[in-house]
């Protein structure tokens, strides 16, 4: 959360100050110039495990745009965290929001204008289960291979990643903060 008395911290794109701002009763930091937003990892999972900070989220005033998929970056350029100053990785939330945010595995996740908006409409709209059965899918898939390889006598060139992890704790809306700690810590 951030502190009322914490120092301004520059907007990782524009390099303006960020100001502290509250959405529903999560603090987050707002670029005044880009209208972009830094998230923390603790308010973040908050954010996505709680129907009531998302509909704070989806009340924000913005302009709506047509496409669902929003505009690509010509020039993409990586970000730097604003807490760390390292460079913060890109993903795509979930493999499959179509919705590319930047995040620092240590301390949150910077969202363009209206990424976060998208983000929760997606959450809502099933999408992180639906990322969750297709990872399943391509799991199963690359075990049937492997088994496959096995059985022809060989180890084949194939490499056994890490399974997710499927528990209670790890399911549902929840699971989206651990989503983006799993996808940025994979090698």
Same mark, same amino acid.
């Given at each position: 959360?951030?502190?009322?008395?914490?120092?301004?911290?520059?907007?990782?794109?524009?390099?303006?100050?960020?100001?502290?701002?509250?959405?529903?009763?999560?603090?987050?930091?707002?670029?005044?110039?880009?209208?972009?937003?830094?998230?923390? =990892?603790?308010? /973040?999972?908050?954010?996505?495990?709680?129907?009531?900070?998302?509909?704070?989220?989806?009340?924000?005033?913005?302009?709506?745009?047509?496409?669902?998929?929003?505009?690509?970056?010509?020039?993409?350029?990586? /970000?730097?965290?604003?807490?760390?100053?390292?460079?913060?990785?890109?993903?795509?939330?979930? *493999?499959?929001?179509?919705?590319?945010? !930047?995040?620092?595995?240590?301390?949150?996740?910077?969202?363009? =204008?209206?990424?976060?908006? *998208?983000?929760?409409?997606?959450?809502?709209?099933?999408?992180?289960?639906?990322? *969750? !059965?297709?990872?399943?899918?391509?799991?199963?898939?690359? *075990?049937?291979?492997?088994?496959?390889?096995?059985?022809?006598?060989?180890?084949?060139?194939?490499?056994?990643?890490?399974?997710?992890?499927?528990?209670?704790?790890?399911?549902?809306?929840?699971?989206?903060?651990?989503?983006?700690?799993?996808?940025?810590?994979?090698?």
């Amino acid at each position: 959360m951030v502190a009322a008395d914490a120092p301004p911290e520059p907007c990782p794109r524009c390099r303006e100050d960020m100001k502290a701002v509250v959405i529903g009763n999560a603090d987050l930091r707002e670029c005044p110039k880009c209208e972009g937003l830094w998230v923390d =990892k603790d308010t /973040l999972q908050l954010i996505c495990s709680d129907r009531e900070k998302q509909a704070a989220v989806l009340g924000m005033p913005s302009v709506v745009k047509t496409d669902l998929v929003g505009s690509v970056e010509k020039n993409i350029r990586y /970000l730097p965290c604003p807490v760390c100053k390292t460079l913060m990785n890109r993903i795509n939330f979930s *493999r499959c929001s179509a919705v590319i945010v !930047d995040v620092c595995a240590r301390h949150g996740t910077w969202f363009d =204008k209206d990424e976060l908006r *998208r983000i929760v409409e997606f959450i809502r709209a099933g999408g992180v289960d639906k990322a *969750r !059965d297709m990872e399943v899918r391509e799991l199963e898939r690359r *075990r049937r291979e492997l088994d496959a390889a096995r059985a022809a006598g060989g180890a084949g060139e194939f490499v056994s990643a890490p399974a997710p992890r499927y528990d209670g704790a790890s399911l549902g809306i929840s699971v989206v903060a651990s989503v983006l700690d799993a996808l940025l810590n994979r090698k």
